[in-house]
Nanobody, 127 residues
Framework: EVRLVESGGGTVQAGGSLRLSCTTSGLTFDDSEMAWYRQPPGKECDLVGSISVDGKTSYRNSGQGRFTIARDNAKNTVYLQMNGLKPEDTAVYYC?????????????????????WGQGSQVTVSS
């Protein structure tokens, strides 16, 4: 069974950094395009960015050059490095697989059953 497990969230001050990790199992990771989504409280599920099987990345505007997605196929893990965090980055962050990755979804991220999702990791940025 496909399983994605996130870690690395927490509370940081504005301007700080965090690195989220998503360790996967039950899938052929080398052949799996991956994505990061986030869901601020009371808002829609928004795509942060994605990374292809050959390591090419795509980002949404919300990252503003501050976020970097990477993958380590030897560890079956995808990362989201977040620098220069802002209060508006506060959200639950999810890793996902099974493209295509739409820009946003209504409701809970995990209600979009087409994707496999991690459990989510809370990121809180204080001002």
């Amino acid at each position: 069974e496909v399983r994605l497990v996130e870690s690395g969230g927490g509370t940081v001050q504005a301007g700080g950094s965090l690195r989220l990790s998503c360790t996967t199992s039950g899938l052929t990771f080398d052949d799996s395009e991956m994505a990061w989504y986030r869901q601020p409280p009371g808002k829609e599920c928004d795509l942060v960015g994605s990374i292809s099987v050959d390591g090419k990345t795509s980002y949404r505007n919300s990252g503003q050059g501050r976020f970097t997605i990477a993958r380590d196929n030897a560890k079956n893990t995808v990362y989201l490095q977040m620098n220069g965090l802002k209060p508006e980055d506060t959200a639950v962050y999810y890793c996902a697989t099974n493209p295509p990755f739409l820009p946003r979804y209504a409701g809970r991220c995990t209600d979009t059953a087409f994707h496999d999702w991690g459990q989510g990791s809370q990121v809180t940025v204080s001002s």
